[in-house]
């Protein structure tokens, strides 16, 4: 079965960097692109951005863009968000996902990962 | 770019039908046959009902389904019961070439 098993809960400081990571299984991860998605306490979902790892094509939403790393490791089947420099205003869920061939767009995600929580506090 | 719209809440009774709405633009919702849908039970991951409007992924029940008429999308959920209260999103895709989500729509089983 498909899975995307997400990174651990982390605590971190304004300033500090982060990258939390969403390891796959069971199907090619160079063939299908992984997004992110944004979910900041009680409120909806935003797109962060989309990456293909077989040529590390990545594409943010402007919202995101610059704010934002998205990377892939094809060796470990692994996709990566990262902050060089987080902001209490980062405290959010994340959720990485998968775009499904059977989409015409980047707008379906199909297997979602379980979410990592980053809280952003001094 | 701006969330799609979607109403804050929508409620039925079992068996019930209802509709939930997403508006966005001619750049997005208008412009393109890729609208998804999603459904969020809380502190869970959202699971896809709908993709390009009207398909739905196996599995997902045919109770769910979508429609779109001009820079309106909509989900409509038939045979309302219990385990479908949760909060619900469109996205689409735009001509960015990147999705916006809507706001979310949380619907109540009465």
């Known amino acids: 079965e498909v899975q995307l098993v997400q990174s651990g809960a982390e605590v971190k400081k304004p300033g500090e960097s982060l990258k939390i990571s969403c390891k796959t299984s069971?199907?090619?991860?160079?063939?299908?692109?992984i997004g992110w998605v944004r979910q900041m306490p009680g409120k909806g979902l935003e797109w962060m951005g989309i990456?293909?790892?077989?040529?590390?094509?990545?594409r943010y939403s402007p919202s995101f863009q610059g704010q934002v790393t998205i990377s892939a490791d094809k060796s470990i089947s692994t996709a990566y968000l990262q902050w060089s420099s987080l902001k209490a205003s980062d405290t959010a869920m994340y959720f990485c996902?998968?775009?499904?061939?059977?989409?015409?767009?980047?707008?379906?995600?199909?297997?979602w990962g379980q979410g990592t929580l980053v809280t952003v506090s001094s | 770019q701006s969330a799609l719209t979607q109403p804050a809440s929508v409620s039925g009774s079992p068996g019930q039908s209802i509709s939930i709405s997403c508006t966005g633009s001619?750049?997005?919702?208008?412009?393109?046959?890729?609208v998804s849908w999603y459904q969020q039970h809380p502190l869970k991951a959202p699971k896809l009902l709908i993709y390009?409007?009207?398909d739905r992924p196996s599995g997902v029940s045919s109770r769910f389904s979508g429609s779109k008429s001009g820079n309106t999308a909509s989900l409509t959920i038939s045979g309302l019961q219990a385990e479908d209260e949760a909060d619900f999103y469109c996205?689409?895709?735009?001509?960015?070439?990147?999705?916006?989500f809507g706001g979310g729509t949380k619907l109540t089983v009465l």
């Open positions: 390009d409007v009207t």
């Open positions: 990456i293909y790892p077989d040529d590390s094509d990545t």
């Open positions: 069971e199907y090619s991860f160079t063939n299908y692109w």
């Open positions: 001619s750049s997005d919702v208008g412009g393109y046959d890729y």
């Open positions: 996902a998968r775009r499904p061939r059977y989409c015409s767009s980047f707008s379906c995600l199909d297997y």
């Open positions: 996205s689409s895709y735009t001509s960015s070439g990147t999705v916006v």
